[in-house]
C-alpha cells in the first residue's frame, strides 16, 4: 500500500513529522501546504516557516496559501486528489468543504492528551498547571478546532525542569515515530475513532508576550513552571527600575527568607528574588541588548540601588 498525502504544517513541531513522511516508502507527499513568510527578527524581514525550509530541502512541492477559505485555494486543493491529509501545526482551521476533498480522510497530530487542552498552546498549558505527563493525539479531522474522534494516543511524562521547548521537541519525535503506522492502520480500516468526552474538554489560546510577565505574588513553583512554559517564546520577563529583564532559569531556594514578593537579595555568588513563598535564585537571565548571564553576573553589572526590587 502507498498513500498519497497532502501534509499541512508550519512550525517547528510539524518537521520530524514531514521528514518521517518522505522518508517512508509507504508515503508518497505530493504537496506541502505551509503558510505565508511572515515579518520576524529586528529587522521584519519575511522569514519561512520552519516546514517551508524543511519542504525545499526534500525537494518537496510546497504552496503558501493566503487562506484555505479562498476560492483559489479550494480549486488549488481539488486538483491534488489524494489519500489523506496530513496536518500538525499548520496554523489555520481546515474548512469543512476542504477536509472532504481526500479519499480515506484527514487526520491532525496535537500536542496533548486530547480532549484536554484543545488549541494553540498545550505544551506550555501542561507545563504551566504542573502535570506529570502530556502526550500526542492522533484525531480524524473535523470543522471544529481539534474535536474530532480519536484514533491513537501515546503518552509521556514530563521531566522535571523541561522547557516548553524541549517538551514539544520530544513530543515531535514522538508523533513522527507513531504517525506511519498509524495512517497505514486507518487507510486500512483498522483503527475504530473514538469520540471525544466534550465534558472534559479544555482550551488554549495563543501566547501574547504579556504571558510571559512575573507575579512576584504567586508561589514559587508557579513561577518556576512560568519560566519553563515560556521558553522559547514568549519568555518569562519581569522589570526593574523601568527596564527589562527576560528570566531563562531559576531554581527554588530550599532556604527560609524573609525576602517580600520581587525583593532582591544578592549573595557572594547568587540573586535571590522574594515571591509569595519561597524565594527563587535567578540562575539565568537576558538583559536587554545582551547575551544570557548568570543573576549575580546581572546584578554586579547593572548597579541597581540595594532597595531596586522588581515589579510585580
Not at 19 to 29: K, S
Not at 75 to 86: H, I, K, N, P
Not at 164 to 193: D, F, H, M, N, T
Request: net charge neutral.
Amino acid at each position: 500500500m502507498v498513500l498519497e498525502i497532502v501534509f499541512f504544517g508550519t512550525a517547528d513541531f510539524a518537521v520530524p513529522i514531514l521528514r518521517a513522511l518522505a522518508g517512508d516508502p509507504r508515503f508518497v507527499v505530493r504537496l506541502v501546504v505551509t503558510q505565508p513568510d511572515r515579518p520576524a527578527g529586528r529587522g521584519q524581514r519575511p522569514s519561512a516557516p520552519p516546514v517551508k525550509r524543511a519542504g525545499l530541502e526534500l525537494g518537496l512541492e510546497v504552496w503558501q496559501p493566503e487562506g484555505l477559505r479562498l476560492p483559489e485555494s479550494r480549486r488549488r486543493l481539488e486538483g491534488e486528489a489524494t489519500d489523506l491529509y496530513v496536518v500538525a501545526a499548520y496554523g489555520e482551521i481546515l474548512p469543512r468543504t476542504v477536509l472532504r476533498l481526500p479519499r480515506i480522510g484527514a487526520v491532525n497530530i496535537h500536542p496533548s492528551l486530547l480532549p484536554k487542552y484543545r488549541g494553540a498552546s498545550p505544551v506550555q498549558a501542561a507545563i504551566l498547571n504542573g502535570d506529570e505527563e502530556t502526550g500526542v493525539t492522533f484525531i480524524e479531522m473535523s470543522a471544529r478546532m481539534d474535536a474530532g474522534p480519536i484514533l491513537a494516543q501515546f503518552r509521556v511524562p514530563i521531566f522535571p525542569g523541561e522547557t516548553a521547548g524541549e517538551l514539544s521537541a520530544r513530543l515531535a519525535v514522538l508523533a513522527a515515530e507513531k504517525l506511519p503506522e498509524v495512517l497505514i492502520q486507518y487507510a486500512r480500516g483498522e483503527l475504530i475513532p473514538v469520540p471525544q468526552d466534550e465534558t472534559a474538554a479544555s482550551y488554549t489560546r495563543p501566547l501574547r508576550k504579556e504571558d510571559g510577565r512575573i507575579d512576584w505574588t504567586r508561589p514559587a513553583e508557579e513561577i518556576e513552571r512560568l519560566v519553563r512554559a515560556m521558553q522559547p517564546w514568549p519568555r518569562a520577563w519581569t522589570t526593574v527600575d523601568g527596564e527589562r529583564l527576560v528570566v531563562l532559569h531559576v531554581d527554588i531556594s530550599q532556604e527560609s527568607t524573609s525576602l517580600q514578593p520581587g525583593h532582591i537579595r544578592a549573595d557572594s555568588d547568587r540573586l535571590l528574588v522574594g515571591t509569595g513563598t519561597a524565594p527563587v535564585i535567578l540562575t539565568q537571565v537576558l538583559p536587554e541588548g545582551r547575551k544570557p548571564m548568570s543573576g549575580i553576573a546581572w546584578w554586579h553589572g547593572a548597579r541597581l540601588p540595594e532597595s531596586a526590587r522588581f515589579a510585580s
